[in-house]
């Protein structure tokens, strides 16, 4: 079992940044790939970035590439997505998720959730 919590959402002008951390506990964070998604209102859940077990490969979607970040250190067992460069459509809640095969684009693969952190984008 691996237990997450994600903090960091809140209100932001676009154009402004945020930075998620997703705080894990449990099983060895270290041994699991890392990844964020979003659900916006009324639509299916996202892709929004992943990492690898020792933070040297990623993945974005192509919606936030160049913007975001996403980091770990497994040291503190978390995981961080920096969001920079907000905007409208980046409005959603978002969720940490943690996948013992490693990183993945697709939710299926990811067997622990946080329960979400609201990132709200305004004009």
């Known amino acids: 079992q691996v237990r997450m919590v994600e903090s960091g959402g809140g209100l932001v002008q676009a154009g402004g940044s945020l930075r998620l951390s997703c705080a894990a506990s449990?099983?060895?964070?270290?041994?699991?790939?890392m990844g964020w998604f979003r659900q916006a209102p009324g639509k299916e859940r996202d892709f929004v970035a992943t990492i690898s077990t020792g933070g040297t490969y990623n993945v974005y979607a192509d919606s936030v590439k160049g913007r975001f970040t996403i980091s770990r250190d497994n040291a503190k067992n978390t995981v961080y997505l920096q969001m920079n460069s907000l905007k409208l459509e980046d409005t959603a809640v978002y969720y940490c998720?943690?996948?013992?095969?490693?990183?993945?684009?697709?939710?299926?693969?990811?067997?622990?959730w946080g329960q979400g952190t609201q990132v709200t984008v305004s004009s």
């Open positions: 449990g099983r060895t964070f270290s041994n699991y790939g």
């Open positions: 998720a943690a996948n013992e095969w490693g990183t993945s684009t697709t939710g299926q693969a990811y067997k622990y």
